[in-house]
């Protein structure tokens, strides 16, 4: 490679010599970002500085594990009605608190807490909201198991109004940033602004994120699937239909063999399906208690269906694009779909047809692989 060329791809002339070196850390990226835009204040470099620091705070406690007492179960249940571990509560307290000060922030919506809390009269709000879901995946961490930090970033709608539940209900195409830490063999951010999706790496002995992954693309060729299959004979035909196609393998319609995935925690399986593709699948069922889906859309669905369509990939309910989905309620659950573009689309097909007709599997007789009742 020549100087010329070296220079070029290093920066500005004279740094060279010492640049290639040195790895854009996250603190440059930002600026490099807010510099795009004329006029910036500076405050949503702040607040993704602070998301920064909650997530690096949190990975501290997680990677401590047993050696420190804040693991197994709260003994209390969050507004979901499911079990809080005690590190839900620690991470949750960490979020919020590192959101307080900084002026970035109007309110907060958790997970683990059933009302928006706006930021106190003593600290001066700020501009934007931020929902999240503090530790999610949250059973895997006594089995050292992959859990992460999810966010989401919107535009308080009015900022001289008291601000209520209300200026969270707003589509997630309208998300200003999004983004989840995983904190796994590495601990990395993985986030977007609005152009493309990037990855983060903490490097621990300096304490900063690295640029790793710039401009992430989920590879269009799939032949990964992840859905939790224990629940097999309550799904809707097109599922049934499109999980049977899969495991049909190379001697079924679809021609060549799949790998079926789970690691029930969203942030590990969004993390492999946005480095190697694939396809998710959380969705509705014929429960009365999953006729909604599981997942939650404000802090959930929404952040990382915005990082999958932002990476080349479709996020869906598995009829229509999540992000396109009216919230009426902060804490509303929904089918969740996502993944490479052409499985995604598949699986909504599926929905389309099968909203009118029974599935008949063929390749099965009348019912799907694991169903047991008679194919509808
Ligand atoms: O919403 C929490 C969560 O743990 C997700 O991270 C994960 O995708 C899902 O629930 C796992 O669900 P299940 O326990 O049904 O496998």
Redesign the pocket.
């Known amino acids: 490679m020549t100087a010329r060329t070296t220079r070029s791809a290093a920066g500005p002339a004279g740094t060279a010599a010492r640049e290639p070196q040195l790895q854009q850390t996250l603190t440059e990226f930002l600026i490099d970002e807010q510099r795009k835009v004329p006029n910036a204040t500076g405050s949503y470099t702040a607040l993704v500085n602070d998301i920064r620091l909650a997530c690096k705070r949190i990975a501290n406690i997680v990677g401590k594990g047993q050696l420190v007492d804040i693991h197994g179960k709260a003994g209390s249940v969050n507004v979901q009605g499911e079990a809080q571990a005690k590190l839900d509560i620690v991470a949750d307290e960490i979020f919020h608190r590192t959101h307080l000060r900084g002026g970035t922030v109007a309110a907060m919506l958790s997970e683990e807490h059933e009302h928006v809390r706006p930021v106190p009269p003593e600290y001066p709000r700020g501009r934007y909201l931020i929902a999240f ?1 503090p530790l ?5 961490i006594d089995i050292n198991v992959s859990v992460g930090s999810i966010f989401s970033v919107l535009l308080d709608p009015d900022p001289a109004a008291e601000i209520g539940p209300e200026a969270f209900l707003q589509p997630g195409s309208r998300q200003v940033c999004a983004g989840y830490a995983i904190y796994g063999p590495t601990t990395m951010l993985v986030m977007t602004l609005g152009h493309g999706v990037h990855g983060f790496t903490l490097d621990r002995e300096i304490g900063e994120f690295i640029l790793t992954h710039r401009d992430m693309r989920i590879p269009e060729e799939a032949s990964e699937f992840a859905i ?1 299959a ?2 097999s004979r309550h799904w809707e035909p097109a599922v049934s239909r499109y999980v049977d196609e899969c495991l049909a393998g190379a001697s079924g319609p679809r021609g060549r063999d799949f790998n079926m995935r ?6 590990a ?1 969004a993390h492999r399906i946005l480095l190697r593709g694939g396809v998710f699948l ?1 969705p509705r069922d014929e429960r009365a208690s999953a006729r909604k889906g ?3 859309l404000l802090y ?1 669905a929404n952040p990382i269906g915005f990082l999958i369509e932002q990476a080349g990939g479709r996020a869906s309910t598995g009829d229509s694009p999540i992000l396109d989905v009216q919230p009426q309620g902060i804490h509303q659950r929904t089918a969740f779909v996502f993944g490479s573009r052409a499985e995604v689309e598949r699986i909504e097909a599926y929905h389309r047809d099968h909203n009118a007709k029974r599935y008949d599997a063929p390749l099965f007789g009348a019912r799907g692989l694991f169903r047991t009742t008679a194919g509808r």
């Not at 999610?136 to 895997?140: A, E, L, P, R, Y």
């Not at 789970?262 to 942030?267: D, N, Y």
């Open positions: 879901d999610d995946g949250s059973s895997n939790n224990s629940n789970w690691v029930a925690s969203l942030v399986e959380y599981k997942l939650r959930e």
